[in-house]
């Protein structure tokens, strides 16, 4: 038989637009008039990306990784794997990881070990989502949109199977057969 999802709305389009844009103005206040490199993690982060640069002025560069920790499923496998690597050298460069969602917290600690390597002048992230109660690496995150329960979201760049990315809020999604 096949299996019923759902979607149970957890962020709506005017809290995810609102929270973005008091998100760049810290991001702003502390970098101040200094350029800032943004280094998106692919893929679901580009949504996130988009209306977060549209908060800058012209000292804003772009950047991405692909990095990926799941298969298709719903549990962080914890193998960390980069397939697309930066193009930018970030020697000496103000840079900020831009990210969907912390859950495990590998895929970040991995992230900002290796670029830390590549002697940036300074390293942050900011990252819309995060689920404190799945944390099982330390991940240093300086900016945080909004912290959420432990359970599978998708929509707004967030995906399950590469579906869902294009709702324009957040949705918790249940009826998932393991
Ligand atoms: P981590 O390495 O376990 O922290 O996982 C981070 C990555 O897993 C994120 O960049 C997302 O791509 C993906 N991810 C984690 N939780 C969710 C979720 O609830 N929905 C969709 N993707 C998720
Ligand atoms: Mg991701």
């Given at each position: 038989m096949a299996s019923s999802t759902l979607l149970e709305p957890l962020l709506t389009t005017d809290q995810i637009q609102s929270r973005t844009r008091e998100l760049a103005r810290e991001i702003a206040r502390d970098f101040g008039s200094e350029p800032i490199l943004m280094v998106a993690i692919l893929k679901g982060s580009f949504l996130f990306l988009a209306d977060l640069i549209r908060?800058?002025?012209?000292?804003v560069m772009v950047d991405f990784v692909m990095i990926s920790s799941?298969?298709?499923?719903?549990?962080?496998?914890?193998?960390?794997?980069?397939r697309k690597d930066l193009d930018?050298?970030?020697?000496g460069k103000n840079v900020l990881i831009v990210e969907d969602i912390v859950d495990t917290g590998a895929t970040l600690s991995h992230l900002c070990e290796l670029l830390q390597t590549r002697r940036p002048k300074a390293l942050k992230v900011v990252a819309?989502?995060?689920?404190?109660?799945?944390?099982?690496q330390h991940a240093p995150l300086d900016y945080v949109g909004f912290e959420i329960p432990n359970e599978f979201v998708v929509g707004y760049g967030l995906d399950h199977a590469e579906r869902y990315?294009?709702?324009p809020y957040i949705a918790i999604l249940s009826g998932l057969t393991p």
């Open positions: 908060e800058f002025g012209d000292n799941y298969g298709d499923g719903t549990e962080s496998s914890g193998n960390v794997q980069i930018i050298n970030i020697e819309l989502l995060s689920k404190p109660m799945a944390r099982k990315r294009n709702l």
